[in-house]
């Protein structure tokens, strides 16, 4: 019962996002080129996925940020474009369909209500190149 205790008393404690946390592409990397319809999969590590609506500490979502040149607001709820896709049912991956040419991608960790933590959990950003 006391280690229960702790445990809780350390999440609750706990900052809205570890100092650690990594949002990362396993797939596509920065450079590669893909052709039509191609899968996306996302890895995070230091926190755990949770979907959108389920308020548990250390959690979030993502959101795909597609030819973003400037990162939306940070302190308030991301909204929902083309440009940022939200998976706030707690997916890590998706399939895309993007013109031919240069684009680019990066995942923004988003908690319950699709705010970004403080700090954000920012991925770095890809660019890959879709063939014809």
Known sequence: ???????????LSAPAAFADAEVYFISPQNGDT?????????????????????DAANTGHH????DVEVLPPLD????????????????????????PGTHTLQ??????SHVPHNPPVLS?????TVSE
């Open 63 to 66: 959101h795909l940020l597609i």
């Open 107 to 112: 995942l923004l960790l988003g908690n319950y």
């Open 34 to 54: 893909v052709s039509g319809e191609f899968g996306v999969r996302f890895g995070l590590r230091g926190m755990g996925v949770a979907p959108a609506g389920v």
């Open 1 to 11: 019962m006391r280690l229960f205790l702790l445990l809780v008393t350390l999440l």
């Open 124 to 128: 770095e950003k890809i660019t890959i």
């Open 76 to 99: 308030v709820p991301l909204p929902k474009t083309e440009h940022v896709r939200h998976f706030g049912g707690g997916q890590t991956e998706t399939t895309l369909n993007l013109a």
